[in-house]
């Protein structure tokens, strides 16, 4: 069946006081399409935390969001600096966040692994240098 | 309870205020936000020191009655503005985390 993008945005690098607002922007759209509270949460924890990771790690990115008749679709993509050990960093605790921002309650090194607990299915496509292309998928 | 009745009874202070009769269910304390977007629930209070827009950001994505920032934690003007911009009710107090959450649970939360 085909998919539906209900959700388009550009993320920019280091942008905080704008983090959270897809993932916000996103839940009110999932629950007018009467997406129940339990997969709302679950979409919306992955949105976040991806939207986070561009926003801490990435030189900057976005993140689109489709919707099929069985399942949510999040892909967030990013131009880089790409994830150096992709083993580590799905490792819990594991962060290269810097003091500052882990001064701010980020860089706790939970992020992917609360993506990869609420998302049914995961594709991560990274590697030093290269751009980061992150797929979840979180069935309906 | 409701969390105007809970505001009275811990002497909270009213950061700002927009849905005071709500109800409050459980609690979650956490400073660390993807513990905190993975633990805590809608109508939960949730007990930080954190005092930035994050903040309030994840209190609308959680969907928590409210935040209590403790130990009079510093709160941004930015995320003050954005929490009454959003309608999250933001509260505050001296008391710590444990101090709060011992007080809450003796009010059956």
Same mark, same amino acid.
């Given at each position: ?12 690098? *280091? ?32 949105? $976040? ?9 990435? !030189? ?5 969001? $489709? ?14 600096? *790409? ?10 605790? $594991? ?24 998302? !049914?299915?995961?594709?991560? !496509? ?15 | 309870?409701? /969390? ?14 927009? %849905?005071?009769?709500? &109800? ?9 936000? %993807? ?24 209190? /609308? ?24 911009? &959003?309608?999250?009710? /933001?509260?505050? %107090? ?7 959450? %011992?007080? /809450? ?5």
């Amino acid at each position: 069946m085909k998919e539906q993008m209900i959700l388009k945005s550009r993320i920019e690098k *280091g942008d905080f006081n704008r983090g959270g607002e897809n993932s916000s922007k996103l839940k009110e759209l999932l629950r007018k399409l009467g997406v129940t509270a339990d997969i709302n949460r679950r979409v919306t924890i992955v949105t $976040y935390e991806l939207e986070m990771n561009i926003i801490i790690h990435s !030189d900057g990115g976005g993140i689109n969001v $489709y919707v099929t008749p069985d399942a949510v679709k999040v892909v967030a993509e990013d131009s880089g600096p *790409g994830i150096e050990d992709l083993e580590k960093a799905l490792q819990p605790g $594991y962060s290269t966040a810097n003091d500052e921002i882990r001064n701010m309650g980020f860089g706790a090194g939970m992020g992917l692994n609360n993506v990869e607990y609420f998302s !049914d299915e995961l594709e991560i !496509d990274t590697g030093p240098g290269k751009r980061t292309r992150i797929t979840a998928v979180i069935n309906l | 309870m409701k /969390l105007a009745e809970l505001i009275d009874k811990l002497e909270l202070e009213i950061i700002t205020a927009d %849905s005071l009769d709500r &109800e409050v269910k459980g609690v979650y304390i956490g400073d660390l936000l %993807s513990n905190v977007m993975a633990k805590a629930e809608a109508d939960m209070i949730w007990i930080t020191i954190q005092g930035h827009q994050n903040v309030v950001a994840v209190a /609308l994505l959680t969907g928590v009655t409210a935040v209590i920032v403790a130990e009079d934690f510093q709160i941004e003007e930015a995320a003050i503005k954005r929490a009454r911009e &959003e309608g999250v009710n /933001l509260l505050r %107090s001296p008391k710590t985390a444990y101090q709060l959450a %011992s007080e /809450l649970a003796k009010l059956g939360i």
